[in-house]
Nanobody, 124 residues
């Protein structure tokens, strides 16, 4: 069983940066793909980014490409999302997720574990 706990959310002005962290329990996490999703008020959950278990592959949503960077530290069982040049449209609850495969994609249904989420609010 894997448990995920996100941190690092907060309020930031447009153009600013935040770094989200996801702490995972269980050694098995190191062999799983890890991703970030987000859900804004009144909208469906959407894919943000995913990274393979050994960090050799990443995938980003078009809306965050060139602004966000996903990374992981398997020695520490951590996954990160560096968010730069934030925009008001990035306001959402951000969720960390893990899939019991080496790599995964955009579909949330492919992920097996989810964190509780951390709020990111970007003011204009």
């Amino acid at each position: 069983q894997v448990q995920l706990v996100e941190s690092g959310g907060g309020l930031v002005q447009a153009g600013g940066s935040l770094r989200l962290s996801c702490a995972a329990s269980g050694r098995a996490f190191r062999t799983y793909a890890a991703g970030w999703f987000r859900q804004a008020p009144g909208k469906e959950r959407e894919f943000v980014a995913v990274i393979s278990w050994i960090s050799d592959r990443t995938l980003y949503a078009d809306s965050v490409k060139e602004r966000f960077v996903i990374s992981r530290d398997n020695a520490q069982n951590m996954v990160y999302l560096q968010m730069n040049d934030l925009k008001p449209d990035d306001t959402a609850v951000y969720y960390c997720a893990a899939a019991r495969t080496a790599y995964s994609g955009r579909d949330g249904a492919d992920y097996d574990y989810w964190g509780q989420g951390t709020q990111v609010t970007v003011s204009s």
